[in-house]
């Protein structure tokens, strides 16, 4: 009796550790995704990254039949999202969405955060929103010559207001000052909303964010914009014109978006994550979406996308150390 109840008892341990090492295998096997995803956003909810985030992981939700949250990592100027996301399991579950920060900050960090190049795998592009200059109703300049007038007869003393050192709205005004051949006195803020009331209170004449967060202010008539900077004009703004009709062709600066993954993520993950956004780009509703934040969608391949990221991080590096910018 005592030798059946042995047999039975190491069975039952081979069983046991044939069903542990089986499980994870079974997992694995499972058709992408099995569980939920999440997408981390280095960015406060209610922002633009944050709304492009939600508008694509609704959408992705609901053709991939899984959950896709949403997770806010503020802080570090997106350092420590990217960081995240770049540490975590490379296997699908864990995406980031970054903007042009991804770019920047491996320049304007010392040493450098991170190699978005190496660290993270392109999924998609997934759209962009132009960078405007707007300006405090009472300013006596309308528009860019203007401005560029006035600014060259006071060198270096019209101040403009940014969400901080480095942000892409920084960057943005610093290489179109080089290109106008003027100096502006840049103020950074701690965000683009603190910077947006400072300007329609009149502490300062110019404010420079992305067109999603200046259209109310534009709107209700508190703010008036002088350019987009971007190569089309804004459908939000329709009557104000691009950067290139005032005088700039060729001159963009926009805030663009894009999904990634962490580096050793399976190429079969990355195609199909990436077939789901192109479906998702193309739906009525997710354009309608980005069109109502003043954005436009972008649908591209990955190679696209990367040469998108080389290409931002050689402009940026090249203006951080000409013009010495420091993050906050």
């Known amino acids: 009796m005592k030798t059946f109840d042995m047999a039975r008892a190491i069975t039952r341990r081979v069983l046991l550790a044939g069903l542990a090492v089986a499980l994870p295998l079974l997992a694995s096997a499972q058709p992408y995704p099995a569980k939920p995803v999440k997408i981390v956003v280095g960015y406060a909810a209610g922002g633009a990254v944050d709304i492009v ?35 975590a399991p ?30 993270l795998l392109p999924i998609a592009l997934i759209g962009r929103v132009p960078v405007v200059i707007a300006a405090n109703v009472s300013v006596p300049y309308g528009n860019v010559a203007k401005l560029i007038e006035a600014a060259k007869g006071k060198p270096g003393t019209i101040a403009f207001a940014t969400p901080g050192n480095g942000s892409t709205p920084h960057m943005a005004v610093e290489l179109f000052a080089r290109a106008a051949g003027i100096s ?67 001159f963009e600066a926009s805030v663009w978006y894009g999904l990634l993954a962490p580096a050793a993520t399976p190429r079969p993950i990355i195609v199909k994550l990436h077939a789901e956004v192109q479906k998702a780009l193309q739906s009525p509703e997710v354009r309608a979406r980005m069109t109502g934040v003043g954005g436009e969608v972008i649908p591209g391949s990955t190679e696209q996308f ?9 402009r940026y590096e090249k203006l951080i150390r000409e013009a010495n910018i420091k993050p906050d």
């Open 53 to 87: 985030a939600r508008t694509i992981g609704q959408s992705l939700s609901s053709t991939m039949a899984q959950t896709v949250i949403v997770d806010n990592k503020p802080g570090a100027g997106t350092n420590i999202a990217v960081k995240s996301v770049i540490d």
């Open 90 to 119: 490379a296997d699908g579950y864990t995406l980031l969405m970054a903007a042009n920060a991804l770019a920047a900050n491996m320049s304007l960090y010392q040493p450098a955060p991170f190699d978005a190049e190496k660290d």
């Open 184 to 250: 502006l006195m840049h103020v950074p803020y701690r965000g683009g909303a603190q910077a947006i009331t400072d300007t329609i209170g009149g502490q300062l004449p110019l404010v420079a964010v992305n067109a999603l967060e200046v259209m109310p202010h534009v709107k209700s008539g508190k703010l008036k914009v002088l350019a987009v900077l971007s190569a089309n004009r804004s459908p939000i703004f329709p009557e104000v014109p691009t950067i290139a009709e005032s005088g700039f062709a060729g």
């Open 306 to 314: 990367a040469a998108l990221i080389h290409s931002e991080h050689v």
